[in-house]
């Protein structure tokens, strides 16, 4: 396992079976794994919203 990969935290995730085969589909056209497609959409909303001058909760 690489070092970047240690410091990685685990969820469980819940989501509808449209929404996954919806997640599967992108993913695949972007060359991704399902796990790495939301991971990579997550980065982008919180780059996003940080952009805004939104503070996170903390």
Do not use: H
């Amino acid at each position: 396992m690489e070092q970047k990969e240690k410091g990685k935290k685990q969820l469980l995730l819940r989501i509808s079976p449209q929404l996954w085969e919806d997640l599967s589909a992108w993913a695949e056209d972007d060359f991704r794994s399902i796990n790495g497609q939301i991971e990579y959409l997550l980065t982008e909303c919180v780059k996003k919203r940080k952009r805004s001058g939104r503070k996170t909760e903390e």
